[in-house]
């Protein structure tokens, strides 16, 4: 058994890791190589103070980065052992790597790492084409692999109770100056290495649409014009609503995405009814799931499109210091 992760293992994995989803691209994740250990840990710079006060939307996306960096370990034949919150005394640290025992990896796992460089979210309309129901029970068993459920939301009925939910949350959190601010703020007109670019923000919101839309800009479509009359709606929760459940959450919404893409599917994030508590309850209480909902997915087929940018893996790691 390996004692500890090299460098140039933690810098192999981190190219895989920061393709991870993150609220408005703000990728709110630094990775270290600590006492053998690669460590996980929330960026508090990158945090979303109006829109994410409490941590949440962070902690989900260092789960899905953390995904990823077991991913990549995994597939270059040095898998990990992974702790959650392994400090107490230094909770921005969400996870712990090290070494497991080496092993070829499984073509389950070669199928997904392969999936992280095609995954990105497609906020675009998508084809009318129903998810079969083997695609459908793939992404279900995504996130019970990661102690988590997803459910699928069916029928019209189902769509609209929970359409209604969404356009509620959405009308509170517009009505902040400040939401609307930082959501602004990271909009790039111009090319960036984070937030989300305006040509890929997706087609404006009308007031017809089933489903609201963030508003990151994107383009005019023809008035009275239907974004998307019947999407599938996934809702993706966990046991509970500790930072750790979050962490959990992250990877598995990770691999349902991961999941999707190799099954051919497009997927976007809307996390409106999630970030307002009084939406969340709702939503809880709607499905009659155990447990509390952490990110709501609309998937389906689409046109391919394109990823978000990121920064350059040095920008995050955080490296021992040597000593001449």
């Known amino acids: 058994m390996e004692t500890g992760f090299t460098v140039e293992q933690l810098r192999t994995a ?15 994740w630094r990775f270290r190589l600590r006492d053998g250990g690669i460590e996980v840990l929330v960026d508090a710079d990158r945090r979303l103070p109006a829109t994410d006060p409490n941590g949440w939307g962070a902690r989900i996306a260092c789960g899905a980065a953390l995904f990823n960096l077991r991913l990549a370990l995994a597939v270059a034949g040095t898998p990990a052992t992974v702790r959650l919150r392994p400090h107490p005394a230094e909770p921005d640290v969400v996870a712990r790597l090290v070494p497991d025992v080496p092993r070829h990896p499984t073509p389950a796992e ?13 906020r675009a309309p998508f084809w009318p084409d129903p998810v079969p129901a083997d695609a459908r029970w793939r992404l279900a068993e995504a996130a019970r692999a ?15 109770a929970f359409a209604e939910i969404a356009r509620g949350a959405h009308r509170v959190l517009e009505r902040s100056p400040e939401y609307r601010a930082e959501r602004q703020e990271w909009v790039r007109a111009t090319p960036a290495p984070d937030g989300v670019p305006a040509a890929s923000g997706g087609p404006r919101g009308e007031p017809q649409d089933v489903l609201p839309s963030r508003g990151f800009g994107g383009l005019d479509r023809a008035p009275g014009r239907d974004f ?15 930072a750790v459940d979050q962490v959990v959450a992250g990877q598995a919404l990770q691999r349902v995405l991961l999941t999707a893409t190799d099954s051919g599917l497009a997927a976007s994030m809307l996390s409106q009814p999630i970030e307002v508590p009084s939406a969340r309850d709702q939503l809880r209480l709607s499905l009659g799931r155990f447990g509390t909902p952490q990110m709501v997915l609309r998937v389906g087929y689409g046109q391919p499109g394109w990823p978000t940018p990121r920064r350059v893996v040095d920008e995050v790691l955080d490296l021992p210091v040597t000593r001449s």
């Open 14 to 28: 981190a190219t895989d890791a920061v393709r991870a989803p993150s609220m408005h691209n703000t990728q709110p």
């Open 110 to 122: 070669r199928a997904l790492h392969s999936a992280i460089p095609r995954r990105y979210s497609n």
């Open 228 to 242: 998307e009359p019947e999407p599938l709606v996934a809702v993706l929760g966990s046991p509970g609503n500790t």
């Open 146 to 160: 990661e102690r988590c459920w997803l459910e699928l939301l069916v029928g019209v009925g189902a769509v609209n």
